[in-house]
């Protein structure tokens, strides 16, 4: 199976920073990661696909890079709804792993 | 807005078994595939398997093999995912997911989701 390591684990941020997520694969999995944005008792919310595609309806202020092995979802410019947990997912092939979560907190 | 609609909580015994229903709005919703993801109290989110529409293609996670059933009515656009043998750490929520290519070649993404089902497992 393809691992997803994430980090960080949890972040603490002010309103208006820029904030960084990482997300590197195992094995080279071209532009198939997926980021999504969870909050609490909520369903995932798909924010990125195909490493940099932003989803439509979500803010520009979300942008994903990356290829092969190494991923990052940046917001640049925290908002306080930004607070929530977010997953980067590799569907490059089955099992599609998700990573452990970011958990990022509006300081 | 399509939407994906689950079935409610359930409460269940350890060895019994659950099925949990995941309908669609509207024709298109399922047609490439459903993927069912859990995710246990305070804890990540869990890929279980995936479920082709077109062919009734299945492939699911080694850990569940054996154990789960994933399965789609096309006549009711609902998708349907049935786990046995239960134990108490399978007491997670439960999400259905639809499969989408996105808007560029290559995407492999899911954009629509369920709300969620609650199983508890306990004695």
């Known amino acids: 199976d393809i691992q997803m390591t994430q980090s960080p684990s949890s972040l603490s941020a002010s309103v208006g920073d820029s904030i960084t997520i990482t997300c590197r694969a195992s094995?080279?999995?071209?532009?198939?990661v997926n980021w999504y944005q969870q909050k609490p008792g909520k369903a995932p919310k798909l924010l990125i696909y195909?490493?940099?595609s932003l989803q439509s309806g979500v803010p520009s202020g979300f942008s994903g890079r990356g290829s092969g092995t190494n991923f990052t979802l940046t917001i640049s410019s925290l908002r306080p709804e930004d607070s929530a947990t977010y997953y980067c997912?590799?569907?490059?092939?089955?099992?599609?792993?998700f990573g452990r979560g970011t958990k990022v907190e509006i300081k | 807005q399509v939407q994906l609609e689950q079935s409610g909580a359930e409460v269940k015994k350890p060895g019994a078994s659950v099925k949990i229903s995941c309908k669609a709005s509207?024709?298109?919703?399922?047609?490439?595939?459903i993927m069912w993801v859990r995710q246990a109290p305070g804890q990540g989110l869990e890929w279980m398997g995936w479920?082709?529409?077109?062919?009734?293609?299945?492939n699911y996670a080694q850990k569940l093999q054996g154990r789960v059933t994933m399965t789609t009515d096309t006549s009711t656009r609902t998708a349907y995912m049935e786990l046995r043998s239960l134990r108490s750490d399978d007491t997670a929520v439960y999400y259905c997911?639809?499969?989408?290519?996105?808007?560029?070649?290559?995407?492999?993404?899911?954009?629509?989701w369920g709300q969620g089902t609650l199983v508890t497992v306990s004695s």
């Open positions: 509207s024709d298109t919703s399922l047609i490439y595939g």
């Open positions: 195909a490493a940099s």
């Open positions: 094995q080279s999995i071209s532009s198939f």
């Open positions: 479920i082709s529409n077109d062919n009734g293609y299945t």
């Open positions: 997912q590799q569907s490059f092939t089955t099992p599609y792993t």
């Open positions: 997911a639809r499969r989408w290519f996105g808007d560029v070649v290559g995407a492999n993404c899911f954009d629509i």
